[in-house]
């Protein structure tokens, strides 16, 4: 499903008509040769995704260098590479894979793959996690490291690649393998436990979704309903703003796939570093702190009628919550939930079916929303805590400045601090808080999150076993005294050591 959607924009891409007269034009203007216009238009779109501070955007430059590599090839009659014709056991080393290429791959022969470029976010990775194949991208060297019949062992869980390795080395890595199905077998028989300790402390787990077709990994690795959907992409790849009624039918399949498991839709989060080229967003110095997600929702109230009518319909069909990005004041909730109860007005005026008592969050990634919570705890249902910007806007640290991007720590004292502060504040006022940042996902912080008082966790559906199991094999009262002691510590680095060194005593990972 995660390689259809890949291959649905591209197929968008090959049907884009101004793309099409962008490649004319440049063969008129410039006298230049099909496969030139071809490369010069894609390279210029590239180049432009490149510049762009979203990591996640950045990296779609190379499926659209993939589609013009591909077009240029069939322009000047070159046969593609076809990987289906493998016909060996191989680990394949490259460059870079393309989905499309990524996609010819015969499961049967290929054991995994290597790239020199790539990142967690590109498609290639996404692309590995969907074909469940063993992967190592980004490793800046491997094409010129290794050649063709050398023999390689690829560990893609501790990132580890050894080339020509020695007959210990070798049955080394078998054990390591073997090991790895074991465990994998285990995780499978709690994936559908619930997340619970030792002594008795619940928490849920949950994953994160950008379309409906997410919900089946998320219900395949037992989920416990979707902590957050990304609703954003329901506005990209489109010419126009989507209407009440396609909102309507997406929310409504989402809820439907996760059979009554709680579903939590975060707002347009359209801003920032996500343009939408039909909305004519204005350049801004500092996007990041310009406007975006709920600002916009504000201005333009016909964006947040057509969103909220379409959510509260939905909410007929399932067990679903709403939730605000980029939260700074009491003001803006309020504003917020005064439209939602003039949206439920027409509907009801209109014969619409809807849940009256629908839950309403914030989404805390703000160091304002973080220092009242307090007062926003009184206002909503719960929070969620979304670690990737509250780490950055805390710590004043751009996570993809590459000259800074080692300042980025979301267990840096500050921002560990500010989470116990947002916890404490919701219990106090007998809510809930959970967290959908990638922070949910790591390992390392599980115990931490979880003795610090974090009630939900969401993250990618390929996670959830696995923290499952960290968490039922944990007592609660000896986490929460680890959490005590780390919070006390001042440095990342000796709050760290400490998990670490608690994790191993407990044997717990």
Sequence with gaps: EEKEAIFEGHIMLLEDEELEEEIIAFIKDNKASADLAIYSIIEEQATTLESLDDEYLKERASDIRDIGSRFVKNALGINVVNLSAINEEVILVANDLTPSETAQINLEYVLGFITDIGGR????????????????????????RVKNGDMLVLDAINNQIVINPSEEELNKFKAIREAHRAEQEELAK????????????????????????????VNRNGGEGVGLYRTEFLFM??????????????????????????????????????????MDLPKEMNPFLGWR????????????????????????????????????????IRELKAAIEEYKAELRAEGHAFDENIEIGVMVETPAAAAIAHHLAKEVSFFSIGTNDLTQYTLAVDR????????????????????????????????????????AGDERATLLL????????????????????????????????????????????????????????????
């Design 450 to 509: 979880l003795g610090m008082g974090l009630d939900e966790f969401s993250m990618s559906a390929i996670s959830i076993p696995r923290i499952k199991k960290v968490i039922r094999n944990a007592n609660f009262a000896d986490v929460k005294a680890m959490a005590e002691q780390a919070l006390a510590m001042p440095t990342a680095a000796e709050i760290e050591a400490h998990v670490e060194k608690f994790i191993a005593e407990k044997t717990i990972c």
């Design 121 to 144: 976010t590109s498609h290639t990775s996404i692309m590995a996690r969907s074909l469940e194949i063993p992967a190592i991208v980004g490793t800046n060297d491997i094409t010129a």
């Design 190 to 217: 709690l994936k559908d436990l619930p997340a619970i300790t030792l002594d008795g402390k619940q928490v849920e787990v949950c994953g994160n979704i950008g379309t409906v077709k997410d919900c089946d990994g």
């Design 237 to 278: 790849d489109r010419d126009a703003l989507p209407t009440e009624e396609e909102q309507y039918q997406a929310y409504k399949e989402v809820a439907e796939a996760m059979h009554g498991e709680p579903v939590i839709i975060r707002t347009m989060d359209i801003g920032g570093d996500k343009d939408l080229p039909y």
């Design 400 to 439: 993809g400045n590459e000259l800074i991007s080692h300042l980025y720590n979301p267990l840096s004292p500050a921002v560990l601090t500010v989470i116990k502060q947002v916890i404490d504040a919701s219990h106090k006022e007998g809510k809930w808080t959970g967290m959908c940042g990638e922070l």
């Design 293 to 332: 997600a709920v600002r916009i929702s504000l201005d333009r109230r016909e964006i947040l009628r057509d969103q909220l009518r379409g959510i509260l319909r939905a909410s007929a069909h399932g067990k679903l919550r709403v939730m605000f990005p980029m939260i700074i004041s009491v003001e803006e």
